[in-house]
C-alpha cells in the first residue's frame, strides 16, 4: 500500500524490531534517514533479520518488561515515535501458555506506558494490536467500531494492551495510536499458514495437509503494506482511535493454498483438509479499510504477487527452503 506522503520521522524506539514486521519497519525506517534503536528479546526475533542495517542501528538484547533497562533506552534516546512490536503473536502459543501470552502483550505494554510516565517522556506511540480482539463477529466487513469479543487467550491480551494505551493516554497524556492487524506475511515469516504451507510442500510436493475445511477466510496482507500502515499511523493516527490494518480483501484457505501451487509451478497436488483448527482460531474476517484510506493509504499488493515474492525468498534458503 502506498502512503500519499512520507512520514517524518527523526528518532524511533522500536520494540520487537528483530522479529518479522520490527525488521521489515527498521528496514523502511533507516531508508528515509530516521535514527532507530530495537529492543529485542531475541526470544522469537532474529538479530539475522536486521543484517543489512546491522550498522545503521542500534540494537539493544532486553525484555520490554525489563523496567530498568527499558527506562535507560528511554531516557538515552528519547524517541520522537515509539512502535511498540514486542509481543508474543502466536493464537496457538497463547492457548498452550495464557498467563505468558497476557505477561509479553498486556503487562508489556503497560511497563512501557509507566516508564513513559514517569520519565516526563510522551512520544507518539504506535500499539501493534490484533484482529483477534474481534473474536468471530457475525456481520462483515468487520469495522473498528464493532464490539471486542476475543475468542483467544491472545485476542485478550490484545484488548487488555488497547484498553491500557487508552487508560493511559486519557489519565496520563501519552498519544498511543491503536494498529490492529490482520493476517501479515512475506519475506522472513517465521510462521503462520503461509509459511506453513511452504514448507510442507517443500517437503512433500504431492501433498498439502490443510487445517480445519479450507473455507476460512482471511484478509492476508503482504508485509511491506503492513509496515507502510504503521508508519502512517505514526505520521497521521489520532491517539486514542484504533485503525485496521488489512488488505481488505479475503480469501478462503484454499484458494491461497491454490494459487501458491500455482506459483510454485507443482503438478497434481492432493490437499487434505484435518477437518478441525486450533483453539481460539476465527473461521471468517472480511475486514473494512475505510478509517485507514482515509488517512491516505493506497492499493497494496495483490496476494499473488506477495506470494510470488515469498516464494522466492523461501527458496532462496533465507526461509529454510533449498
Not at 475445511?213 to 508485509?223: A, H, I, L, N, P
Not at 488489512?246 to 484435518?274: C, K, P, R
Not at 478509517?291 to 504477487?305: D, I, N, P, Q, T
Request: charged share 20%; hydrophobic share 40%.
Amino acid at each position: 500500500m502506498t502512503i500519499s506522503a512520507a512520514t517524518d520521522i527523526g528518532t524511533a524506539l522500536i520494540t520487537g524490531g528483530c522479529g518479522f514486521l520490527g525488521s521489515h519497519l527498521v528496514e523502511g525506517l533507516v531508508a528515509d534517514g530516521a535514527a532507530v534503536t530495537v529492543l529485542d528479546n531475541l526470544n522469537g526475533g532474529r538479530q539475522a533479520n536486521l543484517t543489512a542495517v546491522a550498522d545503521r542501528i542500534k540494537l539493544v538484547e532486553g525484555d520490554v518488561r525489563d523496567r530498568d533497562a527499558l527506562g535507560d533506552i528511554l531516557a538515552e534516546v528519547r524517541p520522537d515515535v515509539v512502535y511498540h512490536l514486542a509481543a508474543n503473536a502466536s493464537v496457538p502459543g497463547s492457548v498452550d501458555d495464557p498467563l505468558q501470552d497476557f505477561e509479553a502483550n498486556a503487562v508489556g505494554t503497560c511497563v512501557l506506558l509507566e516508564t513513559l510516565r514517569k520519565l516526563g517522556v510522551t512520544p507518539k506511540v504506535v500499539l501493534a494490536s490484533s484482529g483477534a480482539i474481534y473474536g468471530q463477529p457475525d456481520r462483515f466487513p468487520i469495522s473498528e467500531d464493532f464490539p471486542p469479543a476475543p475468542i483467544s487467550p491472545y485476542g485478550v491480551s490484545k484488548l487488555c494492551a488497547e484498553h491500557v494505551a487508552r487508560i493511559y493516554l486519557e489519565v496520563f497524556g501519552i498519544p498511543t495510536v491503536i494498529a490492529r492487524i490482520f493476517n501479515s506475511y512475506g519475506p522472513r515469516v517465521p510462521r503462520y499458514i503461509v509459511f506453513d504451507f511452504l514448507r510442507k510442500l517443500e517437503r512433500d510436493p504431492t501433498r498439502l495437509e490443510i487445517l480445519g475445511d479450507g473455507k476460512q477466510q482471511r484478509d492476508f496482507t503482504y508485509v511491506a503494506d503492513t509496515v507502510a500502515g504503521l508508519r502512517l499511523l505514526a505520521d497521521r493516527g489520532a491517539p486514542g482511535e484504533a485503525y485496521n490494518i488489512s488488505s481488505g480483501q479475503n480469501h478462503s484457505v484454499t484458494e491461497l493454498a491454490t494459487m501458491l501451487v500455482d506459483i510454485l509451478g507443482l503438478q497434481n497436488v492432493e490437499f487434505h483438509y484435518t477437518g478441525a483448527s486450533w483453539a481460539g482460531d476465527a473461521q471468517y474476517w472480511k475486514v473494512d479499510v475505510t478509517k485507514l484510506k482515509a488517512l491516505g493509504m493506497g492499493e497494496g499488493v495483490s496476494l499473488e504477487e506477495g506470494l510470488r515474492r515469498t516464494a522466492e525468498w523461501f527458496r532462496s534458503g533465507d526461509g529454510g527452503g533449498s
